[in-house]
């Protein structure tokens, strides 16, 4: 009953499909939804398997495998044009963006460290998916993923400048969005006298 | 990069907790940290941030996927 499986088959299951929970994870980022992602995981390996004779034995692979899921979710969904890796928000100054860092007492960093620690993951996921692409997939893959700015800039295909201001932008936003939502829960954050 | 101040330091965390520091930049801004709460806390939050999104995004696939991805990958084998 098993159909054969070609020497290519084998290769490409011993060592690209062990990546598929790194994969799937980046796949639910893209496309915030669990069956979106399985469907993004299965036309990354389809490619991927595709190419497999293109892929150079001993190169990152995880990164080759995230690299054709920037490409294909970008077909699949056709969000953006080739040439528009640069979003408007690229262009904004720092200032823009909002939530400047102002230098806050000990305590109050204390106080929303804290607040952060107890938001439920559901939360901390709608907040990331809040955030434009773009930065959302710079942040999982520097935070999550732990990979080097080089690396996020060849599956981006962006200048690493680019991941870098991204990376600092999309945490902004990011910590701007738990912020009002652990204002919302009661926490006080900015020192603010307790309406009591 | 010789002297730093603590808007210097906030504003190179990330270069600085991804490793993307050189060396020199490295030994200047730990220094400063050893020696200065507001921005050993500055770092602090963003640790704690850090863990807090790694821990939200550790979802796992559904065990059908690997067999569909699978049996997608038998047929296109068979078409070549
Ligand atoms: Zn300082």
């Known amino acids: ?196 | 990069m010789k002297q730093v101040d603590c808007e210097d330091v906030k504003r190179n965390v990330h270069e600085f907790l991804h490793s993307e520091l050189h060396e020199d930049q490295l030994e200047v801004i730990t220094a400063h940290i050893a020696n200065c709460d507001s921005c050993e806390e500055h770092y602090d939050i963003e640790i704690v941030f850090n863990q807090v999104i790694q821990r939200s995004c550790d979802e796992a696939p559904a065990e059908e996927l690997a067999e569909r991805v699978m049996k997608r990958l038998r047929e296109i084998q068979d078409h070549d």
């Open chain 1, 1 to 196: 009953m098993p159909a054969k499986r070609s020497e290519k088959l084998v290769s490409f299951e011993s060592q690209a499909l062990p990546l598929m929970p790194q994969l799937y994870g980046a796949a639910l980022r893209w496309t915030r939804n669990p069956s979106d992602a399985e469907d993004l995981v299965q036309e990354t390996f389809a490619k991927a398997f595709g190419a497999w004779d293109k892929y150079q034995q001993g190169t990152n692979l995880k990164a080759w495998l995230f690299r054709i899921m920037t490409n294909t979710h970008i077909n699949l969904y056709n969000k953006r044009n080739k040439d528009q890796a640069k979003t408007a928000l690229d262009d904004l100054e720092d200032w823009q963006v909002g939530s400047g860092e102002s230098i806050t007492a000990r305590t109050v960093r204390s106080a929303e460290a804290e607040a952060m620690d107890n938001l439920p993951a559901t939360i901390i996921r709608e907040a990331l998916d809040q955030i434009p692409d773009e930065f959302r997939m710079v942040v999982y893959y520097a935070v999550v993923e732990g990979l080097p700015y080089a690396e996020i800039a060849e599956i981006m295909e962006t200048p690493v400048g680019t991941v870098m201001s991204r990376l600092h932008r999309g945490k902004k936003m990011l910590r701007t969005l738990l912020q009002d939502y652990a204002r919302q829960e009661g926490y006080e954050l900015d020192g603010e006298e307790a309406e009591s």
